[in-house]
């Protein structure tokens, strides 16, 4: 069993930046690839980006892409979101996912994640 625990959410103003945190336990995530999804409630649960065991492969949804990377710290057992130029349309609740799957286009599925965090609020204010 893998434990994710999100942190860094919070409120912004457009424009700005957050950096969220996703700290595993229970197992080491170098074993998994890793990806972050957000969703508003009455939604679907929305792909956001993905990054493989070792950090040199990642993929993103094209809305995020350019603005917001993901990383990951396999020494810490920590995986990382850095959100730049937010938006308002940005506002959601942001998951941190784990993946026992190599690395692929079925990392943008919700699916293909066996461990899931709680979850972290995101608000951006016009």
């Known amino acids: 069993q893998v434990q994710l625990v999100e942190s860094g959410g919070g409120s912004v103003q457009a424009g700005g930046s957050l950096r969220l945190s996703c700290k595993a336990s229970?197992?080491?995530?170098?074993?998994?690839?890793m990806g972050w999804f957000r969703q508003a409630p009455g939604k679907e649960r929305e792909f956001v980006g993905a990054?493989?065991?070792?950090?040199?492969?990642?993929i993103y949804a094209d809305s995020v892409k350019g603005r917001f990377t993901v990383s990951r710290d396999n020494n810490k057992n920590t995986l990382y979101l850095q959100m730049n130029s937010l938006r308002p349309e940005d506002t959601d609740v942001y998951y941190c996912?784990?993946?026992?799957?190599?690395?692929?286009?079925?990392?943008?599925?919700?699916?293909?994640?066996?461990?899931w965090g709680q979850g972290t609020q995101v608000t951006v204010s016009s």
């Open positions: 990054i493989n065991w070792s950090g040199v492969s990642t």
């Open positions: 229970g197992r080491t995530i170098v074993n998994y690839a």
């Open positions: 996912a784990a993946s026992p799957l190599l690395f692929t286009d079925l990392l943008t599925g919700s699916r293909s994640y066996d461990y």
